[in-house]
């Protein structure tokens, strides 16, 4: 795993990375956003997780998921809705410029568009921060090195009437199971961030461009 992912360069390499996509999805409407933390813990770069709340509603609570939520009127744009999703869920205010720009969009079981917004929060303690219980159950950081360690990365083959559809990531050894749309989000953090260091797992059919 490169050293260096965390520092001033490897930000600015990123920022160039993402602009193009940043300045054309900040332009669109998107039903939900979240934001993908980059931090700091002990030292050790890292990506901040939620445990979803057990008490929600719906088919995705208790999972691992990304701070962020559904679009709200207020929002000026997909990232004010990934910072607002923050803040409200974790008590986590993420200014603006700490934003590094917009990753491919993904999309849920239902084809809700779902847009990560990648942001470096800087030196953190999982710990210290005070979640919404209502909204979130825990808070932890899984280290890059650990995501990037194959024996920590698996695969789910999804077939559909006997044939193949797609493949998903899955990243195991933590405090919990990252599966899902957030570890596709994981998936193309890990590509951005540590170019060549990741063998990418997700293997979807092709969207139709009509």
């Known amino acids: 795993m490169p050293p260096h992912c965390l520092s001033a360069e490897d930000e600015q390499r990123c920022r160039r990375l993402l602009a193009g996509a940043t300045a054309r999805l900040r332009a669109r409407p998107a039903a939900a956003a979240v934001l993908v933390p980059l931090c700091s813990v002990r030292g050790i770069p890292a990506l901040l997780y939620t445990l979803r709340s057990s008490r929600l509603a719906g088919r995705h609570k208790g ?7 559904k679009w709200d009127p207020t929002d000026q744009d997909v990232v004010h809705t990934a910072l607002r999703e923050t803040r409200e869920e974790l008590g986590l205010t993420v200014p603006e410029e700490h934003v590094w720009g917009i990753l491919q969009p993904a999309y849920d079981q239902q084809k809700t568009t779902v847009v990560p917004v990648l942001a470096g929060v800087g030196p953190l303690d999982p710990q210290s921060l005070r979640p919404n219980p209502e909204e979130v159950d825990m808070v932890f950081a899984l280290p890059l090195a650990h995501l990037l360690q194959e024996q920590n990365q698996g695969y789910t083959h999804f077939c559909q009437r006997g044939h193949f559809r797609y493949t998903l ?3 195991l050894h933590g405090p919990h199971r990252v599966w899902g749309l957030t570890a596709i989000i994981t998936e193309f953090t890990l590509q951005l961030l540590a170019p060549g260091a990741y063998q990418p797992r997700l293997a979807l ?3 139709s461009s009509g």
């Open 63 to 69: 999972d691992v998921s990304f701070p962020g939520g």
């Open 205 to 207: 059919p092709k969207r």
């Open 169 to 171: 990531p899955v990243f």
